[in-house]
Structure formats: structure tokens, C-alpha cells
């Protein structure tokens, strides 16, 4: 039968409706709804921190698994610390060793500086002992040119002078090595002292290295992979955690340079999230390469393999992302929205919608 001829003017209008609703789809996906738009594609990414070991040594126990959300200062895991323990036992008794002996050195820093007290006392004795002689070896001396005294009188005050002043010397020189003495006293005592600083700084030391033996989230975020099990025996760095720090999360995309070059830090950017359209997330862009590159194949079109591109990082809010933190996944694939001309207005399709 033939087809009656009121048919054909049907199918061609909706050939050519099919035809536009396909090109303005594709102009309105690649272009923005208007000329004061652009968009690229990306995927959502946080950022990653790896937990690992500070000194090799064997995991004891994991205390969390995939998946599970975690705050900052838990604690993750602990390997094995005894005998990082049994070093610490040994440096404290070579700390109270060291204190034992800055007791000693300060004992005999006062011994000494008793020593040279009395032999001050003693110098001064001489000193008094010696003047006394020179004074009757003067007297001696008038008395024997007056012919009131005898040479042999003479003789002996002369002797006794010299004799006073050998005693003062020699109560001098052990003034001299008690003072000495005191100084090595002293320089003993700095000496324990800095021994006992040197076995305080060891405690301290292996006391860090078993605090880093368990091992604690340094920020909030989420277990994406357990890297090592209870057990077993890893180096130093070795890993055993992989989270996601999901209060940090940001879409990389790429777009060309005619719309690179009207970004600025901090543009409103909008996200749609393949796998939630209804949702619209918004962003600001952080990060836009100084250098073009060609688009990774993950996310160029036909089109733009023949382009030089460039890479665009949109931050989202961190205080958004707190508030849906259990909701927030990556690795997942989405449109970025970019408003070129400021005085346009976001369209109702693009204005920014978030769970309640």
C-alpha cells in the first residue's frame, strides 16, 4: 500500500526537530547555556595521605578497616615497640648514671673549694710568719751595728727569714693547685652535666620512636585501603593505611586556552556529578596550569585531541563537604561549569542544589 502523502511532511519536520534538539544538546554541553559559559570534564579527587611506619619494625594490630570513617588523633594501628622499650630502660639508667656522677663532681667541687680555703689560711699564717721574721731580722740587724747583739743572733733571724719565706711560697703554691683544683672539679661537673643532657635527649629520642609506633590519623578523613595486615614486618615507610582526607576534595578538568585566559583564582565554578545530576555542588577554581597540555584521554572529546588544553582545578567547599561527609565519594565523573561573563546569571538548571 502506499503511504499517504500527509506522512511525509510529518517525518521531515520531525527529522529535522531530531536534528536541532541534537546540535543545540551538543552546543549547550560544550559551550554553556550561552556564550558566557564554558565547561569541562573531570572527576572528583581528594586528597590522599598514606600512614606508615617511622622505624621498621612488625604490625601488631590494625584497629580500623576499608571504609570506615576516621577523625584526626585516632589511633589506626600499633607495630611492635619492646625493643625500642628495652633501649629506653637502658638509657635511663645511664641517665641516672650521669646524675650520680654531676652529685659526685658538685661533692667534689666543694671538697676542693674547702681545700683551698685552708690552704688560704695557711698562706696567710705564712705571710704572718714571714713579716714577723723580716721585722726581728731588722731589729737583729741595729742591734748588731750597735754591738748589742751577737752575729750568731744575726745568723739565725737570717734564717729564719728565708725559712718563712720558703713556707709562704710553698703555702702559695698549694693555694694555687687547690684553686686549680676547683676549676677540674668544675669542668667535671659540666662534663656530667652534659652527659646527663646527652642521656635525657636519648630518652627523648626513643620515646618519640615509640609514640610513632602507634600510629594515628593526622587528619580526618576515610580508610580507602589497607596496605599491610596484622603481623607482618615492614621497613621504614612502610605502608599500612591509604585515607582520603574527604574535607578536601576538587575537580580537575581541562579547557582551552580561550577560556583559560579569563579565569581568575577563586571563579564560581558548579559541579555536576554524573552519577547525581539533580545535584548541583558548588566550587571555586584553586589551581590553573601556566603551561597548555594535551587533554588526557580519559576525558577529551574527538574534537579536542587536536587541541592543546588546559588544566583547571575546581576546590569545594570544605565546610559543605563536612556537613555531607559520610556522602562524598571520588573517583567520580562530572561536569565543571564555568561562568566566563560576570554580569550572567546562572540558568535554573545550573543553580546550585545540594542534599537536605
Known sequence: MNKPKYLIPIALALAVGVAIAGYGWTHWRNTGPGPGF????????????????????????ILVGEGDLVTEGQTLAHMQIQSLEAQRDEARAHQRQAETAIASAEAQVAVRESDAAAAHAVVSAREAELDSAQRRLARSDDLSRDGAASQQELDDDRARVRSASAATAAARAQEAAAISAIAAARAQVASARAVALAG?????????????????????????????QPGEVLGGGGKVLNLVDLSDVSMDFFVPETV???????????????????????????????????????????????????????QIDRELLRKYLTQVKTGLPGVAWLKLDPQAAWPTELAVKVPQ
Open 38 to 61: 564554558a565547561s569541562g570534564n573531570g572527576r572528583i579527587e581528594a586528597t590522599e595521605i598514606d600512614i606508615a611506619t617511622k622505624s621498621p619494625g612488625r604490625v601488631v594490630d
Open 200 to 228: 635525657d635527649a636519648t630518652v627523648a629520642r626513643i620515646q618519640v620512636e615509640i609514640d610513632d609506633g602507634t600510629l594515628k590519623a593526622p587528619r580526618s578523613g576515610r580508610v580507602q585501603y589497607r596496605v599491610a
Open 260 to 314: 583559560a585566559g579569563k579565569l581568575a583564582m577563586g571563579s564560581e565554578v558548579h559541579v555536576v556529578l554524573d552519577a547525581a545530576p539533580q545535584y548541583v555542588i558548588p566550587a571555586k577554581v584553586s589551581y590553573v596550569a601556566s603551561t597548555a597540555q594535551f587533554t588526557p584521554k580519559t576525558v577529551e572529546t574527538a574534537s579536542e585531541r587536536q587541541k592543546l588544553m588546559f588544566k583547571v582545578k575546581a
